[in-house]
Structures are given as structure tokens and as C-alpha cells.
């Protein structure tokens, strides 16, 4: 259905707040502080916004385009990544702080709910916080660490809140990539493993000593890429089904994009907390964080004109969508 209006004229304001709400005064106070120290206000500035504050206003369809298609776009989302590397900052800096668990938890509990109501309370944002939730309680009472029980008692008190949810696309993304992350990972990391692995009957002492310097990032990069893969793998029916795009660029995009991801998050956090006694140091922040921005920008769109970068498909039928994540939990399942 589509709701017309012959003019603007066809609208007035029935009411209005005394206020604007926190999270719209909140956003608009951000905006101005990630812009300090800043010539202009650019489409890299703009996606910041989106990326931190989950300002949408910015994400227009020829600018949201080229992340699309180098499906990066999943960054804009305040959805599970987003909200594990919140979480993820936070979490490091107490550690580092040398506070105990339970303290970490009842700190982190309430600031990822706090962020979550400061970008509007977006579905996906709840979702990723209720999963989020469930696993820092389990932490806190030292409970053996469960993703799958973790992810179905996500689902379930989502579900419970709103049933509507499981029609959503962002629910069935969200809970389908988590999902098969858990079962498949394993098994590519096991393939990994056996095709690197160093001959075990060549003597330490004989191996290449350029290997040992370039293990622990070879390590990290692998693992990026073999869980972008995962998360691929898990989202192509039903990106296909929503979007009528397969994005075979995903993984090499991601290896990318999630890590300036999370340092572009980083720097506008530390502008944020900084811009109100000491904005000096947040222009540096907001420099640092614009320019990894940029970086994130141009990174898609190259890998957006890559040959078969992406290609557009017919929408799957309900029957290919099941049979496809069947046979792959099943095969993932019994691995």
C-alpha cells in the first residue's frame, strides 16, 4: 500500500513536545562534535554520523550504492557488529583498568542499553543488545559460555516482546548469520589449519625465519576472512531474497572495512567523551576519524568496480531458501 498527500498542505502538527527527545538532542549535540576542527561538512563526515549515531539522513541510495555493492553497507546497521565492538571497546578498558568481572558486567549492562536508546532504539540495536545481555550475565555468574544457547534465548525473549519480529528482514539476517558463524566457523578454521600448517617433520630450526615475525597478523587476517566468509555464506539466500543481489566481493571488502570499522568507532568515541572539557584533543580524534572514513569510503567503491563484484538475481523461492539453510546446518551440524 501507498499513502498519498497532493501537498505539504495535506499535514499539520497535531502535537508536539515541550522537548525534543533525548535521543534526537543527544544526536544533534554528537553531530557538532564530531564536526569540530573540521573545514566542511563532506559525505565522509555524514557517513560518520551514520556509522556512530546511526543518522540515516546521511545513508541517501546513490550514496548507500557503492557499500551495497561492496556489501559493506552492514556497517551503517546498529546491529550485532556494531554493538560487539562497542561492547568490545568498553569491555578492554575496564579489564585494563583492573576492574573485577562482576563490576565490568553491571558497568557494561546498563552503557550498551544507553547507547541503544541513544540512537533511537533501532530493532536491530535491541536485538544485538538483548544477545549482548544475555551473554554478559552469563559472564558475570561464570556460566560455561554458550553462543547457540546465548543466540535461542535472544531469540526467544525477542520474540516474546514482539512476535512481528521473525517476519522482519533484520531478524532473520541477524539470527541466521549469527547462527552459522557458530557452526561453520569451526569448520573453516580446521580447513585453515590443515592448509597452512608447517611440514611437522621439518625441524623448527629449519623453517623460514620470515615466517615467525608474520604469524600473529596472518592469524588475525585469516580469521577476519574466514569469518566474513561464514557471514556470507549464511546471508546469500536471504540478501538475494530481499536485496536481488549476490555480492561474491563480500569477504576481501570486509577484511577491510570491519577493522577501520571498529577504529573509526574508536576515534569518534574518544571525541565524544572529550569534546565537552577538552576539544583540542577531540579535533585530533575527529581528524583521525574522518580520515578512516575516507579510507572505508574508497575502499568500496574500488571494490565495488572489481569484475563480478556483484550481480543481481531473480529473489530465491521459499522452498530454495529452506533447502539451502537445511542442507548447510545439517553438513555444519554434523561436522
Known amino acids: 500500500y501507498q499513502f498519498e498527500a497532493a501537498s505539504e498542505q495535506d499535514w499539520r502538527i497535531v502535537a508536539s513536545p515541550s522537548k525534543p527527545p533525548l535521543a534526537d538532542r543527544f544526536r544533534e549535540w554528537a553531530r557538532g562534535a564530531l564536526a569540530l576542527g573540521l573545514p566542511a561538512e563532506d559525505e565522509s563526515l555524514r ?26 553497507y552492514h556497517i551503517f546497521a546498529v546491529d550485532g557488529l556494531r554493538m560487539a565492538i562497542i561492547f568490545g ?17 553491571l558497568v557494561l549492562l546498563p552503557l550498551i542499553w544507553f547507547y ?33 544457547n546465548s543466540l535461542f534465548a535472544a531469540a526467544l ?32 578454521r580446521e580447513l585453515g589449519r590443515r592448509l597452512t600448517a608447517p611440514d611437522p617433520l621439518l625441524p623448527e630450526t629449519l623453517r623460514p625465519r620470515w615466517r615467525r615475525p608474520l604469524q600473529v597478523p596472518a592469524e ?50 574518544a571525541s565524544l567523551l572529550l569534546a565537552g572539557w577538552l576539544p583540542a584533543a577531540a579535533e585530533l580524534f575527529n581528524q583521525a576519524g574522518w580520515f578512516l572514513m575516507e579510507c572505508i569510503r574508497v575502499c568500496s567503491h574500488w571494490f565495488a ?31
Open 305 to 335: 568496480r572489481w569484475p563480478g563484484a556483484y550481480f543481481y538475481v531473480a529473489e530465491p523461492t521459499y522452498f530454495t531458501t529452506g533447502l539451502f539453510y537445511t542442507i548447510l546446518l545439517a553438513v555444519a551440524g554434523d561436522d
Open 47 to 72: 557517513l560518520e554520523w551514520a556509522l556512530t549515531l546511526g543518522w540515516k539522513t546521511a545513508l541517501t541510495e546513490e550514496v548507500s550504492e557503492p557499500f551495497v555493492q561492496a556489501a559493506t
Open 116 to 148: 541503544t536508546g541513544l540512537t533511537g532504539w533501532p530493532a536491530s540495536a535491541i536485538r544485538a543488545t538483548v544477545m549482548l545481555s544475555v551473554v554478559i550475565i552469563g559472564w558475570i555468574l561464570r556460566r560455561p559460555s554458550e553462543l547457540i
Open 220 to 269: 588475525y587476517v585469516g580469521d577476519l576472512s574466514l569469518t566474513s566468509l561464514a557471514a556470507w555464506i549464511g546471508s546469500l539466500p536471504l540478501v538475494a531474497y530481499y536485496f536481488h543481489i549476490v555480492t561474491p566481493v563480500s569477504t576481501p571488502a570486509n577484511v577491510l572495512a570491519v577493522p577501520l570499522c571498529a577504529l573509526v568507532l574508536i576515534s569518534n568515541l
Open 89 to 105: 571497546i568498553f569491555f578492554c578498558l575496564l579489564r585494563a583498568l583492573g576492574l573485577p568481572r562482576a563490576v565490568c558486567g
Open 157 to 188: 525473549i525477542i520474540l516474546t516482546w514482539e512476535p512481528r519480529q521473525i517476519f522482519q528482514a533484520g531478524f532473520q539476517l541477524s539470527f541466521f548469520v549469527v547462527l552459522c558463524i557458530i557452526l561453520i566457523l569451526p569448520a573453516l
